[in-house]
Structures are given as structure tokens and as C-alpha cells.
């Protein structure tokens, strides 16, 4: 399903990935790690008027139609005051401005919210993060973004039909055979471990 192929390069070796029924591939440099250029983390103050703060974010967010947000643990879920789709919403993940670390329950809590979210819209659902402006986030405070729409992004359509092509071929499903590779690899992380969902409204 995936193939790696290291070259020497010289001066180190570079590996070219792909992903063979999507046709996706990438370049990977392990000996960039040698350069040891990474700065430590220098989080950001807490602005006055961050629209996701404690004394800001029940005045500032918008709600759902029902009048109500998302509460799942600390993190706060709302619709985007600027959709990219035909449903988008936002996660505020948690309640301090700036994180070093985040727990794992902040982040099963976050996810909770988001999944709560999607499943109040048909379509095809993505839940996307980037934390800090290093990662593209126009906005410092730890959120996710959940969208749903009636057509798939480019990305998800590879899949889908990467995954028609799975099962022509084999009979089986695509994403149960990367499981079963990846359970066997250093690239697995855990299992089906989100409990069910367990959400309050405000």
C-alpha cells in the first residue's frame, strides 16, 4: 500500500514516499534533524480583546440556531462567523490563552464538541487544527475548525476513490488495511479510544 525509498544523496539520505493507491507522494529529509535549529517556544500574552478568552467568548461567539454552544469539558464549540463551508464551526479547546502542553482530555474534549457539531449537518466532515502562527492560525488561542459539506474536498475524494479501487481489487476495506499496517509500525498511536459523547449546552 506504501512504499519508501531511501537515496544518498551524498550528503544524507532522502527518502521519496507514496501512497500507492492515491498516487500521493512526499519528500523526506531525516537528516534535517541535524541542524538543530529549533527555538524554544515563546508563548504570547493575553490580549484584552481575544475573542475566544473567558470574558469574551460567550459576549463575541455566536450560537447555534438552537440559541446554545457546545460544552464539553473546558473547551466551547460555536458556529464560524466566517464559514468556508456550508457548515463551520469552532473550537475553542481551552480556556487558557496560550498552552506549553495539552492534556489528553482537553483534546478528547475538543474533538467531542467537534464530532457533536458535524453530526448536525449532512455531508462530508473534516476537523482541522493549526496551533500558532508558525502553523498558519490567524488566531493564538487553542481552537479547532470543523467543517461539513455537500461535496468532498480534493483530498477526501482521492480517498474515496482510492477506497472504491481498495475494494474492487481486494475485496476489503482500504482504512482497515492501513490500520492493520500501521498497528505493526511505529506509526501507530492508539486504537478507537473516544468514549462515547458526553456534551452540556449553554
Request: charged content about 20%; proline content about 7%; hydrophobic content about 35%.
Amino acid at each position: 500500500m506504501f512504499s519508501s525509498v531511501d537515496v544518498n544523496t551524498g550528503r544524507g539520505i532522502l527518502q521519496y514516499r507514496e501512497e500507492h493507491y492515491t498516487g500521493l507522494r512526499c519528500r523526506i529529509s531525516p537528516e534535517r534533524v541535524k541542524r538543530h535549529i529549533d527555538q524554544p517556544l515563546v508563548l504570547p500574552d493575553e490580549p484584552a480583546n481575544c475573542p475566544f478568552c473567558e470574558q469574551n467568548v460567550f459576549s463575541i461567539t455566536p450560537v447555534f440556531p438552537d440559541g446554545k454552544r457546545i460544552l464539553v469539558g473546558e473547551s466551547i464549540t460555536f458556529p464560524n462567523m466566517f464559514p468556508f463551508a456550508a457548515w463551520h464551526t469552532v473550537t475553542v479547546i481551552t480556556r487558557a490563552h496560550a498552552v506549553p502542553e495539552f492534556s489528553r482530555q482537553q483534546i478528547a474534549d475538543a474533538l467531542r464538541g467537534q464530532i457533536a457539531s458535524l453530526l448536525r449537518f449532512e455531508g462530508y466532515p473534516s476537523i482541522n487544527w493549526n496551533y500558532l502562527p508558525s502553523a498558519g492560525a490567524s488566531i493564538v488561542h487553542p481552537h479547532m475548525q470543523g467543517i461539513c459539506d455537500t461535496r468532498p474536498s480534493w483530498l477526501v475524494e482521492r480517498y474515496l476513490s482510492a477506497g472504491m479501487l481498495f475494494r474492487e481489487k481486494t475485496g476489503g476495506s482500504y482504512w482497515d488495511a492501513v490500520r492493520e499496517q500501521d498497528r505493526s509500525s511505529d506509526r501507530y498511536l492508539f486504537g478507537d479510544e473516544i468514549p462515547g459523547l458526553r456534551m452540556r449546552c449553554r
